[in-house]
């Protein structure tokens, strides 16, 4: 893997992760919305979108990276229509489809600690 390469994979798991577990603290009860929504403005998903998009799209075995990057961008833009419709509680589909990309990059990238956290 390039360094650039491994620099996408390395930036779109920690958006992962750190999305994985703003959602699990919504799960807890532990952060309400304004903290979300301050947390994946602060996450910057639609900035990593557009740097890496089109080297994802060469890639389709790393569909699991688009697809974390997909789920947060469209959680920070969508968020106060996601919970006026459908509630916080609607976040954890989210988080389980982020969990589940997660631990194909683990695999995917041979990455034990990712695949173990999820």
Same mark, same amino acid.
């Given at each position: 893997? /390039?360094?650039?390469?491994?620099?996408?994979?390395? /930036?779109?798991? *920690?958006?992962?992760? *750190?999305?994985? #577990?703003?959602?699990?603290?919504?799960?807890?009860?532990?952060?309400?919305?304004?903290?979300?929504?301050?947390?994946?403005? +602060? $996450?910057?998903?639609?900035?990593? %979108?557009? *740097?890496?998009?089109? $080297?994802?799209? +060469?890639?389709? @075995?790393?569909?699991? %990276?688009? =697809? #974390?990057?997909?789920?947060?961008?469209?959680? !920070?833009?969508?968020? /106060?229509?996601?919970?006026?419709?459908?509630?916080? !509680?609607?976040?954890? !589909? !989210?988080?389980?489809?982020? =969990?589940?990309?997660?631990?194909?990059?683990?695999? %995917?990238?041979?990455?034990?600690?990712? *695949? @173990?956290?999820?």
């Amino acid at each position: 893997m /390039d360094p650039i390469e491994r620099e996408l994979v390395e /930036d779109v798991t *920690r958006l992962g992760v *750190r999305a994985a #577990v703003l959602l699990r603290g919504v799960m807890l009860k532990k952060v309400d919305q304004p903290t979300l929504e301050w947390g994946l403005k +602060e $996450l910057a998903a639609g900035e990593l %979108l557009g *740097r890496y998009f089109p $080297l994802l799209m +060469e890639r389709p @075995e790393w569909v699991s %990276l688009l =697809n #974390v990057l997909h789920l947060v961008h469209s959680l !920070d833009g969508q968020l /106060d229509f996601q919970v006026r419709e459908y509630g916080l !509680d609607s976040l954890k !589909d !989210d988080l389980q489809e982020i =969990n589940v990309s997660l631990q194909e990059i683990g695999e %995917l990238f041979d990455l034990p600690q990712l *695949r @173990e956290a999820v």
